[in-house]
């Protein structure tokens, strides 16, 4: 199993640019998420999605959106980026169980600057 | 899902244990404690989880007192590769939507 991919590694994005980042993953989890981390903080969670069809919107959703057209994939598109969007960003995936939930399998992140 | 709090920073000798601290007095009785970690700007991984007792895996063992209030991740033997930021966090029914704080800094040093 390849686990979460995520592409691309590193972006540079001019104000006002779009663009869409990837995320695949191959373990048929129902469960797949997108994070920011900015620097030195922990990651925020800015959409989510529990299944084929279905995504919803996690602490920071504001300048980006999703969908989930299969299991397998779950890009990010950023519409007009801004600086304020500069940030790394991380593709997560799990099964999804009542109660305790399961553990998350996070990709090697997408690194983007926006200038 | 309740709050944690952790130390922003410990060290740690190599090849001693590092034991990290949690505490998370709001927790429910349905809520697990997990911890994860990130190595140098790597995607989180995660290490162990638990309800209620004590849980030892292959990577750590966790340590949870008896009320749940607070927690103790334990590296048995910590190595250099070991240094990376960790993270607990307290998990319910809010599907996946893991909430990551500040986390505790470990720097493991010869």
């Known amino acids: 199993n390849a686990g979460v991919t995520q592409t691309p590694k590193f972006q540079v994005l001019k104000t006002g640019q779009s663009m869409t980042l990837q995320c695949a993953q191959d373990?048929?989890?129902?469960?797949m998420s997108w994070y920011r981390q900015d620097p030195g903080m922990g990651l925020r969670l800015i959409h989510y999605s529990v299944g084929a069809g279905i995504t919803d919107q996690g602490e920071v959703p504001n300048g980006y959106n999703v969908s989930r057209s299969t299991t397998e994939d779950f890009p990010l598109r950023l519409l007009s980026a801004a600086p304020s969007q500069t940030s790394v960003y991380f593709c997560a995936s799990s099964y999804v169980s009542t109660g305790a939930g399961d553990t998350q399998y996070f990709g090697p992140g997408t690194r983007l600057t926006v200038l | 899902d309740a709050k944690t709090t952790q130390p922003p920073s410990m060290d740690c000798a190599e090849g001693r244990a590092a034991n990290l601290p949690c505490n998370h007095s709001t927790i429910s009785g349905n809520e697990y404690v997990y911890w994860y970690r990130q190595i140098h700007s790597q995607g989180p991984q995660y290490i162990i989880h638990?309800?209620?007792n004590n849980e030892t895996n292959e990577m750590a063992s966790l340590i949870i007192t008896e009320d749940r209030k607070s927690s103790t991740l334990i590296l048995p033997h910590a190595t250099l590769r070991d240094t990376a930021v960790y993270y607990c966090?307290?998990?319910?029914?809010?599907?996946?939507?893991?909430?990551f704080g500040q986390g505790t800094i470990l720097t493991v040093h010869p």
């Open positions: 966090i307290v998990f319910g029914t809010s599907y996946g939507k893991l909430t």
């Open positions: 638990g309800l209620k």
């Open positions: 373990m048929n989890h129902e469960y």
